[in-house]
């Protein structure tokens, strides 16, 4: 079923019942912010994360796209109503909020701030940490997968670097405990973890970020 977007307002995206999908939000033409839909017996609100609803006061044109197609286009008054929304940070630079409703600076804004070859650089000793302390071979994977294939760079609308592993533990608690271990090996060797879920873990090095998911 093609996902409807019935209206949209100060508290979110509003859906009708059977939505599934991924949707990107555009104001006035920036893809500001991402979400995943899972499907669901009635319609469903999805509120905008509080990152994103600082910034929304003034008017927009917000449109919502599913693998870019376009499912729904207005323009909105958010807040005061006063002005235009601006999906900035405090410098003005045009900022993204990503799934984990953090803000970030998408590589298309940063390509000459040397942004891409640190994460580069990071993707690659997280990898080499993984080869020799546990064990495992990782590869890049989703967006950064995409980028590469398509065009052997960066998609500019991604912000971080995606890496992943194939786990070959049998049950989803010796998965966990699998990378809790790499998370251990990483912080050993001066790399900055933060744990997301049982499965996700995110590498920070200042400013930069980089994922890595077992499967």
Same mark, same amino acid.
């Given at each position: 079923?093609?996902?409807?977007?019935?209206?949209? *307002?100060?508290?979110?995206?509003?859906?009708?019942?059977?939505? *599934?999908?991924?949707?990107?939000? &555009?104001?006035?033409?920036?893809?500001?912010?991402?979400?995943?839909?899972?499907?669901? /017996?009635?319609?469903?609100?999805?509120?905008? /994360?509080?990152?994103?609803?600082?910034?929304?006061?003034?008017?927009?044109?917000?449109?919502?796209?599913?693998?870019?197609?376009?499912?729904?286009?207005?323009?909105?008054?958010?807040?005061?109503?006063?002005?235009?929304?601006?999906?900035?940070?405090?410098?003005?630079? /045009?900022?993204?909020?990503?799934?984990?409703?953090?803000?970030?600076?998408?590589?298309?804004?940063?390509?000459?701030?040397?942004?891409?070859?640190?994460?580069?650089?990071?993707?690659?000793?997280?990898?080499?940490?993984?080869?020799?302390?546990?064990?495992?071979?990782?590869?890049?994977?989703?967006?950064?997968?995409?980028?590469?294939?398509?065009?052997?760079?960066?998609?500019?609308?991604?912000?971080?670097?995606?890496?992943?592993?194939?786990?070959?533990?049998?049950?989803?608690?010796?998965?966990?405990?699998?990378?809790?271990?790499?998370?251990?090996?990483?912080? *050993?060797?001066?790399?900055?973890?933060? &744990?997301?879920?049982?499965?996700?873990?995110?590498?920070?090095?200042?400013?930069?970020?980089?994922?890595?998911?077992?499967?």
């Amino acid at each position: 079923m093609k996902p409807v977007v019935q209206r949209v *307002d100060d508290e979110g995206l509003h859906l009708q019942r059977g939505t *599934d999908c991924s949707l990107d939000v &555009h104001f006035d033409g920036w893809r500001g912010w991402s979400v995943a839909v899972e499907d669901g /017996p009635d319609p469903v609100t999805v509120p905008w /994360p509080k990152r994103l609803q600082a910034r929304l006061d003034g008017r927009s044109l917000v449109t919502v796209t599913v693998d870019d197609d376009e499912v729904f286009r207005g323009e909105v008054a958010f807040g005061t109503g006063e002005g235009r929304v601006e999906i900035v940070d405090r410098f003005g630079n /045009p900022v993204i909020i990503d799934k984990w409703g953090l803000t970030q600076r998408v590589f298309a804004t940063r390509r000459d701030s040397g942004a891409v070859e640190a994460m580069t650089s990071m993707a690659e000793r997280v990898l080499e940490v993984m080869r020799e302390s546990c064990g495992l071979e990782g590869w890049i994977s989703f967006g950064t997968l995409l980028g590469a294939a398509r065009s052997g760079s960066v998609i500019g609308h991604d912000s971080d670097i995606d890496l992943c592993f194939l786990s070959e533990k049998q049950t989803p608690a010796e998965m966990a405990v699998e990378i809790w271990g790499v998370a251990r090996a990483l912080v *050993d060797a001066g790399i900055s973890v933060k &744990h997301k879920t049982a499965s996700f873990i995110t590498v920070r090095s200042e400013e930069h970020t980089s994922e890595l998911q077992s499967h």
